[in-house]
Nanobody
Framework: QVQLVESGGGSVQPGGSLRLTCAAS????????MTWYRQVPGKERELVAS????????NYAEFVKGRFTMSRHNGRNMVYLQMTNLKPDDTAVYYC????????WGQGTQVTVSS
């Protein structure tokens, strides 16, 4: 079965950096685009970044362009989200996602940006 496990969240000050990791299993990882989303309580889950199967094509939400970088390692079945220059508005639970007939989600990892 599809499993996605996020890690790497934490509390940082504004301007700080974090690297999120998503470990994937239960499907042919290299054949599927992957996506990071985030959600703040009371708000809709929003797309942060996506990456193509081979990692050549990436798309970012406007609010993270130039600050976040998504990557993947197909040999390890992992996706990453390098986050720099973090802002308080980046505070959210971050989720890894794959569409394989339906959406699959991990449990999420909390990112808190506060002074």
């Amino acid at each position: 079965q599809v499993q996605l496990v996020e890690s790497g969240g934490g509390s940082v000050q504004p301007g700080g950096s974090l690297r999120l990791t998503c470990a994937a299993s239960g499907f042919d990882f290299s054949s599927y685009p992957m996506t990071w989303y985030r959600q703040v309580p009371g708000k809709e889950r929003e797309l942060v970044a996506s990456i193509s199967t081979g990692g050549e094509n990436k798309n970012y939400a406007e609010f993270v362009k130039g600050r976040f970088t998504m990557s993947r390692h197909n040999g390890r079945n992992m996706v990453y989200l390098q986050m720099t220059n973090l802002k308080p508005d980046d505070t959210a639970v971050y989720y890894c996602n794959v569409w394989k007939g339906r959406d699959y989600w991990g449990q999420g990892t909390q990112v808190t940006v506060s002074s």
